[in-house]
């Protein structure tokens, strides 16, 4: 089994300041990681997701994580965010046990992300 | 454009009533699912198929049912016995196979029971 955990309810910031989401995992096996996003009202569109390889992720909208496996953290990060970048974000993970997975996704309970201009 | 389609985007009942949620999708997915969401609580598995004529129960199956009887179709159905339906249900597909699990999500229901 698996948990998610999203530190942040809520995260206020300004136009053009950086911004960090954090999440941390927990999982007795090795697993895929992801980030999406929620527009009010819709539903949830994915922006990166790790599955092996680079442990530093680029996804969509400017948005970049890092996989750290001894902290057992997936960060979702942007430099500079935008009006457009408020939304509820979430971060998902799945167990990968010996490559057999039926994909279930186990969540975070979300992070909201207002930016203010 | 292939995607997920969810019908009605808004659906009201009446307590003690049945209602069915519609998801098709034409991205020749083997896999779908039925997540309910609630403010501050993420997204919940419902149930989950991945084939076919064949399906299994989430995190919070009970008052729930669905079918799989086409690959492009998984309705959900809202029964009676669910105690809080109140909620936004979204639908999702994804492969199954060669590693590939991103979940496609469809835009959502959002049920109110009066």
């Known amino acids: 089994a698996q948990s998610v955990t999203q530190l942040d309810s809520q995260v206020p910031v300004f136009e053009e300041a950086p911004v960090e989401l954090r999440c941390n995992y927990s999982?007795?096996?090795?697993?895929?990681l992801f980030w999406y996003v929620q527009y009010p009202n819709q539903g949830l569109q994915l922006l990166l997701k790790?599955?092996?390889?680079?442990?530093l992720v680029k996804g969509i909208n400017g948005f970049e994580a890092e996989f750290n496996k001894s902290q057992t953290s997936f960060h979702l990060r942007k430099p500079s965010v935008h009006i457009s970048d408020t939304a509820e974000y979430f971060c998902?993970?799945?167990?990968?046990?010996?490559?057999?997975?039926?994909?279930?996704?186990?969540f975070g309970q979300g992070t909201i992300l207002t930016v203010h201009p | 454009d292939g995607g997920i389609t969810q019908s009605p985007k808004y659906l009201f009942r009446k307590e003690g009533q049945n209602v069915t949620l519609s998801c098709e999708q034409n991205l020749n997915h083997d896999a779908m699912y039925w997540y309910r969401q609630d403010p501050g609580q993420g997204l919940r598995l419902i149930y989950y198929s991945q084939i076919v004529n064949d399906f299994q129960k989430g995190d919070i199956a009970e008052g729930y049912s669905v079918s799989r009887e086409k690959k492009e179709s998984f309705p959900l159905t809202v029964t009676s016995a669910q105690k809080n339906p109140t909620a936004f249900y979204l639908c999702a597909s994804s492969t199954i196979s060669g590693g590939r699990h991103e979940q496609f999500f469809g835009p959502g229901t959002r049920l109110t029971v009066l």
């Open positions: 998902a993970v799945i167990g990968n046990a010996g490559g057999t997975s039926y994909g279930k996704l186990t």
């Open positions: 790790y599955l092996s390889g680079s442990t």
């Open positions: 999982s007795s096996v090795s697993v895929y």
